[in-house]
T-cell receptor, first 109, second 116 residues
């Protein structure tokens, strides 16, 4: 059974701090991993993708993947109030991408 | 920037009625998807579609649901006889590429379906 697990939060950090979001998955055959951001009432918006073990950086965002531990994380540096949203971890195998329930992040000014 | 377009943005229907949700994926994309999100819950996979046929479907996608790409641009989700529990936001998504490494999905803005 394909499961993607995230802490639901809420996670609250002060402006300028690092926010750390975590995700585990159960399907060892998963091939690609994504972080989406979802504002209330809106559709998911892709912010990061990662396919290989290690770190991938894009601006203030760093995704980390450890396939042996079945673990994906997202770090947001210099967090801004506009980063306040629900962050969805998504895991893809073949043509079937599944989402975690999301972690709600609040960045306080 | 290319967009996935969904219509209508909000649909209200009576229980037992058929509804068709419409999507126009990005033009050079090859894979198409429907997801739903019940209010306050997670985004749930319904179905994926490639080369004019269903490639994967979830346990949610039962005989009440069907998908179609009738004219090479539209991608539709039909719910044959709606139930109260079908009330949700329905998202269409698409992507290009032939492998799981070909990037994430682009989502439309969603159709909010309310069954009364």
């Amino acid at each position: 059974q394909k499961e993607v697990e995230q802490n639901s939060g809420p996670l609250s950090v002060p402006e300028g701090a690092i926010a750390s979001l975590n995700c585990t998955y159960s399907d060892r055959g998963s091939q690609s991993f994504f972080w989406y951001r979802q504002y209330s009432g809106k559709s998911p918006e892709l912010i990061m993708s990662i396919y290989s073990n290690g770190d991938k950086e894009d601006g203030r965002f760093t995704a980390q993947l450890n396939k042996a531990s079945q673990y994906v994380s997202l770090l947001i540096r210099d967090s801004q109030p506009s980063d306040s949203a629900t962050y969805l971890c998504a895991v893809n195998r073949n043509n079937d991408m599944r989402f975690g329930a999301g972690t709600r992040l609040t960045v306080k000014p | 920037e290319p967009e996935v377009t969904q219509t209508p943005s909000h649909q209200v229907t009576q229980m037992g009625q058929e509804v068709i949700l419409r999507c126009v994926p990005i033009s050079n994309h090859l894979y198409f998807y429907w997801y739903r999100q019940i209010l306050g819950q997670k985004v749930e996979f319904l179905v994926s579609f490639y080369n004019n046929e269903i490639s994967e479907k979830s346990e949610i996608f039962d005989d009440q649901f069907s998908v179609e790409r009738p004219d090479g641009s539209n991608f539709t989700l039909k719910i044959r006889s709606t139930k109260l529990e079908d009330s949700a936001m329905y998202f269409c998504a698409s992507r290009t590429g032939t492998g799981a490494w070909q990037g994430g999905y682009t989502f439309g803005s969603g159709t909010r379906l309310t069954v009364v």
